[in-house]
């Protein structure tokens, strides 16, 4: 894994094309302390999450948990996510650069982050659906929130590929790129984020989340609470 910084924007890049940067336990241990660090940073305001080697992410490293006692430590209901940091709730920004197969575990990072910028020629989907292997890092938590219920279980019960029109036309990518593309789109997006003053706009992302199952006073009551905390000399 890799990880640079410029200008208040972090770029995370799992580094494994070997394997399609499939995550094994150190790489998801790297990840989540890259974003644990990210938070930490006061000197930065948005992060990028993308992979080499033309490939986004193939999911969780299925030989690497084969051999190894690796299965039991990663496998719990609490603490870091097996894949690293998709259990994570931060308060700033993450966005994901796809290029080539965000497939499994790799589709659930990219559901974590918050907005999604895909290559023309890129694929999304859950195949680990054909081989038997649970969605446990958040992927049936975040999809129906991201395109849907109904959307979301033909996704997760058939496990089929899903092209790049058709994750934009579902709202699962926000943005469609021609191939090679997806990094550089994002970095500008990112910038376009930081221009924004960050206070307010961190306060509008915290209760999208926070309020999503509130009853709807409540949630009203929680925006306003957040948002006005954030106004600063507005008020």
């Known amino acids: ?35 644990a660090d990210f938070e930490r940073d006061d000197a930065l305001d948005v992060a990028v999450l993308t992979g080499s080697g033309g490939t986004f992410c193939a ?15 990663r496998l719990a209901p609490d603490g870091p996510s097996p894949i690293g940091p998709t259990r994570m709730q931060l308060s700033k920004p993450v966005l994901a650069a796809i290029e080539g197969y965000a497939v499994g575990g790799g589709l659930e ?19 680990n659906r054909r081989f038997g292997v649970p969605l446990v890092d958040g992927g049936s938590v975040m999809l129906p929130r ?6 979301a279980l033909d996704l997760i019960l058939t496990g089929r590929a899903v092209d790049a029109d058709e994750a934009l036309r579902i709202g699962l990518a926000q943005r469609v790129v021609p191939p090679g593309q997806a990094l550089a789109a ?10 924004f003053p960050q206070e307010a706009l961190r ?6 989340y926070t ?3 509130m009853p709807l006073d409540e949630a009203h009551a929680e925006e306003f609470r957040v948002g006005f905390a954030a106004a600063g000399d507005l008020t």
């Open 59 to 73: 999911g969780a490293d299925l030989k690497a948990i084969a051999a190894g006692s690796d299965r039991a430590n």
């Open 186 to 195: 994002t970095l500008e997006l990112a910038r376009n984020l930081r221009r």
């Open 203 to 208: 306060a509008a992302r915290q209760t999208a």
């Open 1 to 35: 894994m890799r990880r640079d910084a410029a200008d208040g924007v972090l770029v995370v890049t799992i580094d494994r094309p070997e394997v399609r940067n499939a995550v094994d336990r150190p790489t998801a241990d790297a990840l989540a302390g890259a974003f």
């Open 146 to 151: 991201v395109v849907g219920l109904g959307r």
């Open 211 to 213: 309020t999503w199952s």
């Open 109 to 127: 990072l990219a559901l974590w982050c918050d907005l999604r910028v895909m290559a023309s020629d890129a694929t999304l989907g859950f195949f």
